[in-house]
């Protein structure tokens, strides 16, 4: 899937084994794919701010709530800032119950919030097929 265009996909996540499993739920699901991780929202928040062009931009950004620093709401919040970012999907990916976090992720431009799954299995499936959805999302914008 992808295989003629790599997905560049952003990573803002301070756990290196759930960066490693988002890769693994990508490889599951056969997306060619370039991971850009950042361990914490600040870098993530200047290095992206910096981007200009659209070969640059990342067809999904992925973050966690839950980060020294910066929260992942706050990166959001800074992030709806950013007009050569508007288009981007941003996925939460949090270990968060809390449905005011969830709310609060949506009412700043969060496209899709998921509760890391416990199972492995389940893991892989649901966030390469939440990936994968978003995607498909961002390349049927740009056509």
Same mark, same amino acid.
């Given at each position: 899937m992808f295989a003629d265009n790599r997905a560049r996909i952003v990573i803002v996540e301070d756990n290196s084994p759930d960066v490693l499993l988002v890769s693994e739920s990508l490889n599951a699901q056969s997306i060619d794919h370039e991971l850009i991780h950042f361990r914490d929202a600040s870098e993530a928040m200047d290095k992206l701010a910096d981007l200009g062009t659209t070969a640059d931009t990342p067809d999904?950004? @992925?973050? !966690? +709530?839950?980060?020294?620093?910066?929260?992942?709401?706050?990166f959001l919040g800074k992030l709806k800032e950013q007009?050569?970012?508007?288009?981007?999907?941003?996925?939460?990916?949090t270990s968060s119950l809390s449905p005011e976090e969830r709310d609060e992720a949506e009412r700043l431009g969060a496209d899709r919030f998921l509760r890391k799954p416990i199972d492995l299995y389940?893991?892989?499936?649901?966030?390469?097929?939440? @990936?994968? !959805? +978003?995607?498909?999302?961002r390349r049927s914008q740009q056509i």
């Open positions: 999904v950004i @992925i973050v !966690d +709530l839950n980060m020294p620093r910066m929260s992942g709401l706050e007009r050569t970012l508007s288009g981007v999907p941003i996925a939460v990916l389940e893991y892989l499936d649901e966030v390469g097929t939440m @990936i994968s !959805d +978003l995607i498909r999302l």
